[in-house]
T-cell receptor
Framework: DTAVSQTPKYLVTQMGNDKSIKCEQN?????MYWYKQDSKKFLKIMFS???????INETVPNRFSPKSPDKAHLNLHINSLELGDSAVYFC????????????FGPGTRLTVL | GDSVTQMEGPVTLSEEAFLTINCTYT??????LFWYVQYPGEGLQLLLK?????DKGSNKGFEATYRKETTSFHLEKGSVQVSDSAVYFC???????????FGAGTTVTVRA
């Protein structure tokens, strides 16, 4: 069974479009995260949710809107996509805060043309 | 702010060579320290971790010791294999801080 899953794995779209990435975890964790990995492999936190409440919003443009319908899901919606949004987006989950092990999904490679 | 600095790559080694990847950190509190590994085309996996000073994390032949006096958490493996080719990330988190802060990643290639 996959612990943290993301869909889609690849996403190719045009500038200006709106797209969503879905994330689900079956580990019973109460905290979920979105990270962005750029072309140089650098990883940066975007959002963190604990028990469905937004805890961290790391100066991400408001074109990015996370939504957590329940503790097992954290989706990422992106409006008006720009070229600079091209990256790999990773979902992760853990218990409590980040001082416990975070489990990562396989990533979604977003390419904006 | 909290940050992690790790050795820049890429690093290319021969099989059975000794691997060291340096990692140092800056943190306002007492962080937990992690090494994550990313194999080609995959997500990140926890390799090892240490939650307090002088703790040693170990897994799959890799080791790292939490050194508070030098604010370091260097990763070592005595004899690498081709299957160890990956990107290695050092990371930290502060208690009750809901995020990991990552270093820039070090790409390691092991040649047969």
């Amino acid at each position: 069974d996959t612990a943290v899953s993301q869909t889609p794995k690849y996403l190719v779209t045009q500038m200006g479009n709106d797209k969503s990435i879905k994330c689900e975890q079956n580990l019973g964790h109460d905290t979920m995260y979105w990270y962005k990995q750029d072309s140089k492999k650098f990883l940066k936190i975007m959002f963190s949710y604990n028990n469905k409440e937004l805890i961290i919003n790391e100066t991400v443009p408001n074109r990015f809107s996370p939504k957590s319908p329940d503790k097992a899901h954290l989706n990422l919606h992106i409006n008006s996509l720009e070229l600079g949004d091209s990256a790999v987006y990773f979902c992760a989950s853990s218990y409590r805060g980040a001082d416990t092990t975070q489990y990562f999904g396989p990533g979604t490679r977003l390419t904006v043309l | 702010g909290d940050s992690v600095t790790q050795m820049e790559g890429p690093v290319t080694l021969s099989e059975e060579a000794f691997l060291t990847i340096n990692c140092t950190y800056t943190a306002t509190g007492y962080p937990s320290l992690f090494w994550y590994v990313q194999y080609p085309g995959e997500g990140l996996q926890l390799l090892l971790k240490a939650t307090k000073a002088d703790d040693k994390g170990s897994n799959k032949g890799f080791e790292a010791t939490y050194r508070k006096e030098t604010t370091s958490f260097h990763l070592e493996k005595g004899s690498v294999q081709v299957s160890d080719s990956a990107v290695y990330f050092c990371a930290l988190s502060i208690s009750n801080d809901y995020k990991l802060s990552f270093g820039a990643g070090t790409t390691v290639t092991v040649r047969a």
